[in-house]
Each structure stands twice: as structure tokens, then as C-alpha cells.
């Protein structure tokens, strides 16, 4: 969602203020601004569009100032535009938010009443006039952000300056994250440890409902009923150096490209070469007596869940239930005590997720997170965490997090099998062995990125295309799917290749791309068949499969892809690899931008 950041400095914050949003920028791009001090007044500057738009802005009018606040936006209430675009200011105040304030409206018209005049479309303005309001009355900044905070509903972080405080920024924490940096004699605050990496490496995450006063000198956290409160102070382990492209076009081809590196790191943290077996890291409650899981997660995380459902029902023969966040939640399931309940989320902040994680963990389950921020939230929250090495990504489409998830689930079921006795040392070793090869396989695999480009032409001139799959093939042709809808802006749908004859084989005719994901496994048969429904319909096919596999094709597929042999349990990681490609040279045929697609953003605090 949106980005923030705030500092209180010795020289000139402008410039730094733009170098962190810059690493926010993956949160929101929908317009981006800061506010400084100068003698006393609120200087703005704001553009809409990406972060870009306020550098030029910036450097045709340069703003000076010692403290000051930025934010870069995904629009929730209100258009895109520089109008809505925060900072937004009153007299005496200037905040940025991210989040959405729920009774913003009842708010909006009891404050225009008394006479503040509005002039965004946005929810968060309300907070603004707010502070405003109880500043007029002489109530001190500390008090009356105070007062404010209790009159708000909904999910906020706040960043707050005020006019006549050079000295002063009040930040305030109810659902969306958001941290405090320290440095020497300067102040900090962020939405994510990587906002405030170049800065300083100690942080302070704001707890739930915490609001803290921050002056040049050092910070004094309260809770939510207002009393101070100590919050432990971390190293963060991210680097300050920004994370750059390389000598790749987009973040996405760079962080595909980065896969068998960091899902070697990933598997390195968890498997033994020498014995060829799993250790997890340690966790505060034994898988052997889990009778039932629960996966929650969004987006692309919730299709690596489903590829573990597959894994831990048919490896380990722990049933599975599976869920997106934001349906879970509201449905509100009953949950046995002592059930186990995985969380898997790239940024671990999603506040569907992280709202469903308070959930279980109320109802007694045993929490597992899976997360590649190991500062975030819901690592926090969670009894246990396993860790996704895929380093920072900045591709608002996920790739190299999607597969070290599915490296890290993979081992979760190996593990959970040994724990169960549902496999012997044998197939423990087997299958471990198998994943210990998949970053080699993966590499093979990336040796087709000219070939996905070429297949690429034919998906970028389709209006639909459809992926289909079975068996844990099939979350690769939703996510194959999602990736192309994400970035192409080309309605796509995944699907279970066996149940096309239900519905989706209406669309087939020849200008509706069929992608089948088809490793040689015990389904493949099965595929097979659906395949030659579709050419019989005159559907275009093109073919994601081994060797084994494309031999047996009997049908003519307009393109067919060779992956490497593997055995199936890892196949979903591979496979995973060319719709990405397929995905990215779509999009860039189609002259989109790849990495900050339109209305998307990287972590949704919002819910
Ligand atoms: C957004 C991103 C997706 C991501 C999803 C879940 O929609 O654009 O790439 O899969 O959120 O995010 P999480 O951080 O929880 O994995």
C-alpha cells in the first residue's frame, strides 16, 4: 500500500526523503509527495504519477527544511492526482497515512461544520483538520494527536509534523505497519525496515495502537491508552545499498533470473547433503500431533499455499484446508484447538492475512508463518516462522518469493511426513534429493527465456488466454494466470485442466491461447485428453512439458517447450519458471510497465 517516511535531520531531508521513497515506491505509485518545515510554514511539493514526476518537480523547485514527511500513494478514496496526493496539510499540521480511516465521513462533516475546508477527496485529510481542530482549542501537538487517534476508525500509520515545532514528528501505528529509525542525533520513521536501510540499521517497530512522539534527541513510545511503554530496539539485517537492476531491463527479469540462486540459499537453511534429510528450523510445538492444517494467504502466496495443499495431503496425509485471507476471515471458521495454521506471505504485512493470523491464534491454533521480511508482522505474531531467503523484491509481480515459498513448503512436507511416519528414510532421502537439484533444473529452465519471448507474440496479440493444469499443476496455471492479468493487462484464467468441459471450453476457438502445464506425471494421461479437446475445438496449444511428455503428444501444439525431467514433487517449482517469462515478454511486447503495473501495489495493508 502506501509508503511513508519521515525524518527529523541535521541538514537539508528532501533528498533523503525522495531515497526512501524511493525503496517505498514498490508499495504505491499512484502520486507521490513530502512536506517539510521552513521558518515555521509547511512546504509542499506533490505530483501525481510515479515518484519520477516529483524528482523533476523537485529539482525545478527545490525545497529546503530539517524535518519533513513523504508518502507515495495507492489511491483508496479518490482519484489519482496531485490534489490527492499526500502530504496533506492544514494550518498547523501535515500528515501522511496509509490506510483507510474508516468514519472518515462522519468525521468530514462534523469538522466542515465547524468550518475547515477541505480540499482532497481523500479519507485522510480528516486527520488533518482533526489534529487542527484541537490544536485550535490550545491543546498541545502530543494531545491533541491524542485526542484525534481515539476518534479514529479503521487502519492507520501515521506520519505527523507540526508547524510550530521544528523539533517534533508524532508517528502513530493501528494495523499498517510502521518503524522508527535512530541515528546520530537525527530521527527516522518508515513503513518497512528497507525505507530506512540507507539511513539506519536500528529500528523500533511501532506495536499495534502505539503512537510515539519523536524529537531529534531519542523517541517515548505510549499504547493505546496512553501509557508510556519500552519497545525493544532491532538491528535490521537489510542492506543500505538500493537494490538495483543490474544489467537486466526490469526488477521482474532480474528477480526471475534469480531463482536458482535463492531457492539454493532457501534450501541451504533446511536441507542436509550429507544425510539428505530436512531439519526445519526450530518450532514451538510438534508437527507430529497436527491433525489438520489450515493454509491462509493472497494473491500469488495463496497459489504456492495451494501447490502445498497438494504436497502435505498426498506426502504427508495431513488433511488441508485452504483459504484466501480476506474470505477466511469474514467467514470466521470454527477451528479445533490445536489445529496448525500456515500464514505465507511475501511481505508478511497483508492485512487480510495478518488479520486472519490474529484470528486462529485466538482460536488456539498453532501459528506457522511463511515470510520473506523476517522484521515483519506477521513474523512477529507467529509462534514459528520459516523464513523464504529470496532477498528484497522489488517487482511488484512475485516471482523468486513465489518459488523459495514453494521451496520451503516442499521441505514443510517433507518434514511433516518424517514427523507423521507417513514416509520412510527412503523416500525422505528420495525426495529431498530431488530438491536439492531444482536450482541446477532451474537454471536449465531460464535457458529458455529466448524461446518464451518468441512464444510471447502470440500471447500479447490474445484478448483471453487460458492456463490449464492438474494435480499441483494446476496452482501453476492460476498463478501462470495471475502473472499475465498482473502486468499484460490480458484476461487470463487458470484452471483445472479436467474441469474445462464444464465451462471454459465455450472459449475456445482460434484466437484464444490455451497454455497447458503438462509434466510427464500420473496425471499426464489425463491432460493429454483435455488437450486434444482443445484442438479439436481449434484451440491454439502450447505445451509446457519434458521430454517423456512432448514425445507422446500426439495433437500439434502451436509451440511446445521442453523442461527438464524432474521428479513430479518438484515439478510445480519448475514449471512455475516459464509462465513467468511467458508473462514478462507479453507485457513487454505489449510496452507495459512491467515492474509498477497499473492499480497494483506490492503490500496491501489495507484490507
Ligand atoms: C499483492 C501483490 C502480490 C502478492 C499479494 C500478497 O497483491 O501485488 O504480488 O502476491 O499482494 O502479498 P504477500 O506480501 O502477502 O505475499
Same mark, same amino acid.
Given at each position: 500500500?502506501?509508503?511513508?517516511?519521515?525524518?527529523?535531520?541535521?541538514?537539508?531531508?528532501? =533528498?533523503?526523503?525522495?531515497?526512501?521513497? /524511493?525503496?517505498?515506491?514498490?508499495?504505491?505509485?499512484?502520486?507521490?509527495?513530502?512536506?517539510?518545515?521552513?521558518?515555521?510554514?509547511?512546504?509542499?511539493?506533490?505530483?501525481?504519477?510515479k515518484l519520477a514526476n516529483l524528482e523533476a518537480l523537485l529539482a525545478e523547485r527545490p525545497m529546503g527544511g530539517r524535518i519533513g514527511i513523504g508518502h507515495t500513494r495507492w489511491a483508496t478514496h479518490g482519484v489519482p492526482s496531485?490534489?490527492?496526493? *499526500?502530504?496533506?496539510?492544514?494550518?498547523?499540521?501535515?500528515?501522511? *497515512?496509509?490506510?483507510?480511516?474508516?468514519?472518515?465521513?462522519?468525521?468530514?462533516?462534523?469538522?466542515? %461544520?465547524?468550518?475547515?475546508?477541505?480540499?482532497?477527496?481523500?479519507?485522510?485529510?480528516?486527520?488533518?483538520?482533526?489534529?487542527?481542530?484541537?490544536?485550535?482549542?490550545?491543546?498541545? =501537538?502530543?494531545?491533541?494527536?491524542?485526542?484525534?487517534?481515539?476518534?479514529?476508525?479503521?487502519?492507520?500509520?501515521?506520519?505527523?509534523?507540526?508547524? %510550530?515545532?521544528?523539533?517534533?514528528?508524532?508517528?502513530?501505528?493501528?494495523?499498517?505497519? $510502521?518503524?522508527?529509525?535512530?541515528?546520530?542525533?537525527?530521527?527516522?520513521?518508515?513503513?518497512?525496515?528497507?525505507?530506512?536501510?540507507?539511513?539506519?540499521?536500528?529500528?523500533?517497530?511501532?506495536?499495534?495502537?502505539?503512537?510515539?512522539? #519523536?524529537?531529534?534527541?531519542? !523517541?517515548?513510545?505510549?499504547?493505546?491508552?496512553?501509557?508510556?511503554?519500552?519497545?525493544?530496539?532491532?538491528?535490521?539485517?537489510?542492506?543500505?545499498?538500493?537494490?538495483?537492476?543490474?544489467?537486466?531491463?526490469?526488477?521482474?527479469?532480474?528477480?526471475?533470473?534469480?531463482? =536458482?540462486?535463492?531457492?539454493?540459499?532457501?534450501?541451504?537453511?533446511?536441507?542436509?547433503?550429507?544425510?539428505?534429510?530436512?531439519?526445519?528450523?526450530?518450532?514451538?510445538?510438534?508437527?507430529?500431533?497436527?491433525?489438520?492444517?489450515?493454509?491462509?494467504?493472497?494473491?500469488?502466496?495463496?497459489?504456492?499455499?495451494?501447490?502445498?495443499?497438494?504436497?502435505?495431503?498426498?506426502?504427508?496425509?495431513?488433511? !488441508?484446508?485452504?483459504?484466501?485471507?480476506?474470505?477466511?476471515?469474514?467467514?470466521?471458521?470454527?477451528?479445533?484447538?490445536?489445529?496448525?495454521?500456515?500464514?505465507?506471505?511475501?511481505?508478511?504485512?497483508?492485512?487480510?492475512?495478518?488479520?486472519? $493470523?490474529?484470528?486462529?491464534?485466538? *482460536?488456539?491454533?498453532?501459528?506457522?508463518? $511463511?515470510?520473506?521480511?523476517?522484521?515483519?508482522?506477521?513474523?512477529?505474531?507467529?509462534?514459528?516462522?520459516?523464513?523464504?531467503?529470496?532477498?528484497?523484491?522489488?517487482?511488484?509481480?512475485?516471482? &523468486? +518469493?513465489? @518459488?523459495?515459498?514453494?521451496?520451503?513448503?516442499?521441505?514443510?512436507?517433507?518434514?511433516?511426513?518424517?514427523?507423521? &511416519?507417513?514416509?520412510?528414510?527412503?523416500?525422505?532421502?528420495?525426495?529431498?534429493? +530431488?530438491?536439492?537439484?531444482?536450482?541446477?533444473?532451474?537454471?536449465?529452465? $531460464?535457458?529458455?527465456d529466448e524461446r518464451m519471448a518468441d512464444i510471447a507474440r502470440l500471447i500479447a496479440e490474445a484478448r483471453d488466454v487460458l492456463y490449464l493444469g492438474r494435480g499441483s499443476s494446476f496452482p501453476i496455471a492460476m498463478e501462470g494466470?495471475? /502473472?499475465? &492479468?498482473?502486468?499484460?493487462?490480458?484476461?487470463?484464467?487458470?484452471?483445472?485442466?479436467?474441469?474445462? &468441459?464444464?465451462?471454459?471450453?465455450?472459449?475456445?476457438?482460434?484466437?484464444?491461447?490455451?497454455? #497447458?502445464?503438462?509434466?510427464?506425471?500420473?496425471?499426464?494421461?489425463?491432460?493429454? @485428453?483435455? #488437450?486434444?479437446? !482443445?484442438?479439436?475445438?481449434?484451440?491454439?496449444? !502450447?505445451?509446457?512439458?519434458?521430454?517423456?511428455?512432448?514425445?507422446?503428444?500426439?495433437? =500439434?501444439?502451436?509451440?511446445?517447450?521442453?523442461?527438464?525431467?524432474?521428479?513430479?514433487?518438484?515439478?510445480?517449482?519448475?514449471?512455475?519458471?516459464?509462465?513467468?517469462?511467458?508473462?514478462?515478454?507479453?507485457?513487454?511486447?505489449?510496452?507495459?510497465?512491467? %515492474?509498477?503495473?497499473?492499480?497494483?501495489?506490492?503490500?496491501?495493508?489495507?484490507?
Amino acid at each position: 500500500m502506501c509508503g511513508i517516511v519521515g525524518i527529523i535531520g541535521k541538514a537539508e531531508v528532501a =533528498p533523503l526523503l525522495v531515497e526512501g521513497l /524511493k525503496r517505498l515506491e514498490y508499495r504505491g505509485y499512484d502520486s507521490a509527495g513530502i512536506a517539510t518545515l521552513v521558518d515555521g510554514r509547511i512546504e509542499r511539493r506533490r505530483a501525481e504519477g510515479k515518484l519520477a514526476n516529483l524528482e523533476a518537480l523537485l529539482a525545478e523547485r527545490p525545497m529546503g527544511g530539517r524535518i519533513g514527511i513523504g508518502h507515495t500513494r495507492w489511491a483508496t478514496h479518490g482519484v489519482p492526482s496531485e490534489r490527492n496526493a *499526500h502530504p496533506h496539510a492544514g494550518k498547523r499540521v501535515a500528515v501522511v *497515512h496509509n490506510g483507510i480511516i474508516e468514519n472518515f465521513r462522519e468525521l468530514k462533516a462534523e469538522l466542515a %461544520d465547524a468550518g475547515h475546508l477541505f480540499d482532497s477527496d481523500t479519507d485522510s485529510e480528516a486527520v488533518v483538520h482533526l489534529i487542527d481542530h484541537y490544536l485550535d482549542q490550545g491543546i498541545a =501537538p502530543a494531545e491533541a494527536t491524542a485526542r484525534a487517534l481515539r476518534r479514529l476508525k479503521g487502519a492507520f500509520a501515521l506520519g505527523i509534523i507540526f508547524s %510550530d515545532h521544528p523539533e517534533l514528528m508524532i508517528a502513530a501505528r493501528q494495523g499498517s505497519p $510502521l518503524a522508527v529509525g535512530y541515528g546520530e542525533g537525527e530521527m527516522y520513521l518508515g513503513s518497512d525496515a528497507l525505507a530506512l536501510a540507507p539511513l539506519t540499521r536500528k529500528i523500533t517497530y511501532l506495536a499495534d495502537g502505539d503512537w510515539a512522539v #519523536v524529537n531529534a534527541d531519542g !523517541v517515548a513510545f505510549r499504547d493505546r491508552e496512553g501509557r508510556l511503554v519500552n519497545r525493544e530496539v532491532r538491528e535490521s539485517r537489510l542492506s543500505g545499498a538500493l537494490v538495483g537492476k543490474g544489467q537486466y531491463r526490469h526488477f521482474m527479469l532480474k528477480e526471475i533470473h534469480e531463482q =536458482p540462486q535463492v531457492i539454493g540459499d532457501t534450501l541451504a537453511s533446511m536441507f542436509n547433503p550429507a544425510s539428505r534429510t530436512i531439519t526445519l528450523p526450530d518450532l514451538p510445538f510438534d508437527l507430529a500431533g497436527v491433525e489438520r492444517v489450515a493454509i491462509i494467504a493472497c494473491g500469488t502466496s495463496y497459489y504456492a499455499g495451494l501447490v502445498a495443499k497438494y504436497w502435505i495431503e498426498t506426502v504427508a496425509r495431513v488433511p !488441508v484446508d485452504i483459504d484466501v485471507a480476506s474470505e477466511f476471515r469474514y467467514r470466521a471458521p470454527p477451528l479445533r484447538p490445536g489445529g496448525l495454521a500456515i500464514f505465507i506471505s511475501q511481505s508478511g504485512e497483508t492485512a487480510d492475512t495478518l488479520a486472519a $493470523l490474529r484470528y486462529c491464534r485466538e *482460536h488456539g491454533q498453532h501459528t506457522l508463518s $511463511l515470510v520473506n521480511v523476517p522484521e515483519s508482522t506477521m513474523a512477529r505474531e507467529s509462534d514459528g516462522v520459516l523464513p523464504t531467503l529470496a532477498g528484497p523484491e522489488i517487482g511488484v509481480a512475485s516471482t &523468486k +518469493a513465489f @518459488s523459495t515459498q514453494l521451496t520451503v513448503l516442499a521441505c514443510l512436507a517433507i518434514a511433516f511426513a518424517r514427523a507423521n &511416519k507417513a514416509i520412510d528414510a527412503a523416500e525422505e532421502q528420495h525426495l529431498s534429493q +530431488a530438491l536439492a537439484e531444482v536450482p541446477a533444473r532451474v537454471a536449465e529452465v $531460464l535457458r529458455h527465456d529466448e524461446r518464451m519471448a518468441d512464444i510471447a507474440r502470440l500471447i500479447a496479440e490474445a484478448r483471453d488466454v487460458l492456463y490449464l493444469g492438474r494435480g499441483s499443476s494446476f496452482p501453476i496455471a492460476m498463478e501462470g494466470a495471475l /502473472k499475465l &492479468k498482473e502486468i499484460s493487462y490480458i484476461h487470463a484464467e487458470g484452471y483445472p485442466a479436467g474441469e474445462m &468441459k464444464h465451462g471454459p471450453i465455450a472459449l475456445i476457438d482460434p484466437r484464444v491461447p490455451v497454455v #497447458v502445464i503438462a509434466p510427464s506425471d500420473r496425471l499426464y494421461d489425463k491432460t493429454l @485428453s483435455n #488437450v486434444q479437446e !482443445v484442438v479439436a475445438r481449434g484451440g491454439r496449444v !502450447v505445451v509446457l512439458s519434458d521430454a517423456p511428455g512432448l514425445l507422446e503428444m500426439p495433437v =500439434p501444439a502451436v509451440a511446445e517447450v521442453e523442461l527438464p525431467v524432474v521428479d513430479p514433487f518438484v515439478a510445480p517449482i519448475l514449471y512455475a519458471i516459464p509462465v513467468q517469462l511467458l508473462a514478462y515478454h507479453a507485457a513487454v511486447l505489449r510496452g507495459c510497465d512491467v %515492474d509498477r503495473p497499473r492499480n497494483l501495489a506490492k503490500s496491501v495493508t489495507v484490507e
